[in-house]
């Protein structure tokens, strides 16, 4: 039958009450039946097996999938490998739990394929294969050269503000001699680049000809709580050398007590002036308790309430310790920058700078650790410290990110410009727009315009403008943070060009918008 035939046999069952129509018939030849009946099922046949193939090979498909659970997982999740003894010892446990809510991936092979290598020890020299070549989006927790800051016997010796006068030994045994006759009030205490052994001596004790330590005048008069002695860390981000921005973690700062009171002072004993591992915390310290126990203030604004309630003022010090820092970064930026000949966009430094105050609130720089300490394994209430510094700098440095995506690498420039584009990074409009700088780019003042930005001094300031955006709670401290009014002075000419025009833009920022100042 014919398909018209079929629609009309259909039409005579359903409509009733309606006159039939004339049957149309078709008669067909008996070879013609059997040809139909033999290709009909032959086509059976044929798509019963393709149906069957199909559904096998999709079968095959899911089945291989399955059987790799972990190539999917790690193609679904930035990556992560960790440098360091015992890297699984428990002092990392709070940098595994933060990466992991970041959506990290440990791996244990990472080949060229990852996005972080947290480095517990310095890992430039044993690494130096796998850091040779790194990709743009790979990100390093430390700056090649950043021993030139953390280098116990380097940093004392400096000669820099705020660090108690030391000298090397045997090399500096001569000006020492001569410093202590002058100061004969002085005491001293040895040190050595480990931190360890350190103690107050004569320096008839000491000897002089032998290399290893150092000897550096001692704090003798510290500001006491509770009769104790006590340190102040404050961890510091160091996200760019040459252009230098420095930030600090604003959120907290760390306080370590003495275990001993201080007086009667006895040189033999270490625990009154040598703050240890097991030293005192501060939710022991009777004359801040009710400010951190029963009222819930951290370390630092405990502190702080302190000081106010005996007619003080801390801002003192806060000031003296942000200066203090910026002092070091600035100083041994150039060594820095000379080991760091090229991807230095790959790096970022997290350290921690201990502090003592003395009875007048002067304050004390003694050493800058390259990988403090982390583990909440001694004292637990630390460890909310320990993952709300994480989670602020690996914020700022771009490690966590706002746009979930597997990977670091940027995707696409779309992605890029959403974030932060040309109209972000303009500043000083009316220069700008002045005959000078619509001519010509050699004037200083036409550096920061748009028409005059390098390629490299762009990718600077998109830095600077995604660190501003997920600073979170860090400070920059370097280019300073300024009023209005400091904005609109010049730069100093001391800085490098560089740094000059590093700085000049974060000036321009403030000018227009008072959330930069």
């Not at 290709?39 to 097996?49: A, D, N, P, Q």
């Not at 020299?125 to 116990?152: D, E, M, W």
């Not at 915390?281 to 000081?307: H, T």
């Not at 321009?508 to 959330?515: A, E, I, V």
Request: charged share 25%.
């Amino acid at each position: 039958m014919s398909e018209q035939s079929h629609e009309s046999s259909a039409k005579e069952t359903d409509c009733e009450g309606e006159a039939e129509p004339k049957r149309t018939h078709v008669e067909w030849s008996p070879f013609v039946e059997r040809l139909f009946s033999t290709y009909w099922g032959l086509s059976l046949l044929f798509g019963g097996v393709s149906m069957l193939t199909i559904l096998f090979i999709a079968a095959d498909e899911c089945r291989q999938c399955f059987n790799k659970p972990v190539d999917v997982a790690e193609e679904s999740s930035k990556t992560f490998w960790v440098y360091g003894k015992n890297s699984e010892g428990g002092h990392l446990k709070e940098v595994y739990t933060v990466l992991e809510r970041l959506g990290y991936q440990k791996t244990q092979n990472p080949g060229g394929d990852w996005d972080l290598l947290w480095a517990h020890d310095y890992p430039f020299r044993a690494l130096q294969a796998q850091l040779s070549h790194l990709k743009p989006h790979q990100k390093v927790n430390h700056f090649p050269g950043c021993g030139y800051i953390t280098n116990k016997v380097d940093l004392a010796t400096s000669g820099l503000r705020y660090i108690p006068p030391a000298f090397k030994l045997p090399q500096d045994k001569e000006k020492l001699l001569q410093f202590a006759k002058m100061n004969p009030n002085k005491t001293f205490v040895q040190k050595n680049n480990d931190h360890r052994n350190i103690k107050i001596e004569q320096l008839s004790n000491i000897d002089l000809d032998k290399s290893g330590s150092f000897v550096q005048e001692f704090v003798d008069k510290p500001l006491l709580l509770s009769g104790h002695k006590f340190d102040i860390g404050i961890y510091t981000v160091v996200t760019s050398i040459d252009p230098l921005r420095v930030y600090i973690y604003n959120g907290e700062a760390l306080l370590r007590f003495c275990p001993t009171k201080y007086y009667p002072f006895d040189p033999a004993n270490l625990d009154k002036y040598v703050v240890g591992d097991d030293y005192l915390p501060i939710w022991e310290v009777p004359a801040v308790d009710y400010y951190y126990n029963q009222l819930g203030f951290g370390m630092r604004e405990s502190l702080n309430a302190y000081l106010r309630s005996q007619g003080r003022d801390p801002s003192v010090i806060w000031t003296q310790i942000e200066d203090s820092i910026r002092t070091v970064l600035i100083a041994k930026e150039p060594l820095i920058a000379d080991v760091l000949k090229r991807h230095k966009r790959n790096f970022f430094e997290m350290m921690r700078f201990d502090f003592v105050i003395d009875e007048e609130l002067n304050i004390y720089l003694l050493e800058a650790n390259m990988s403090p300490n982390l583990s909440s394994s001694h004292f637990p209430p630390n460890r909310l410290l320990y993952q709300q510094l994480l989670y602020n700098v690996l914020g700022l440095v771009g490690v966590g990110q706002r746009i979930h995506k597997n990977t670091l690498e940027v995707r696409s420039k779309e992605e890029e410009l959403m974030i932060v584009s040309e109209k972000q990074l303009a500043t000083y409009p009316e220069k700008c727009n002045s005959p000078l700088c619509r001519s010509s780019c050699v004037s200083p003042d036409c550096q920061l315009c748009k028409p005059c930005l390098s390629p490299e001094t762009k990718r600077y300031l998109i830095e600077a403008f995604k660190e501003h955006l997920h600073r979170g709670d860090c400070k920059r401290i370097f280019p300073p943070v300024e009023t209005r009014d400091e904005a609109l002075k010049a730069v100093e000419d001391s800085y490098s060009a560089e740094n000059q025009l590093h700085y000049s833009w974060f000036k321009g920022k403030c000018l227009l918008d008072s959330t930069w100042c």
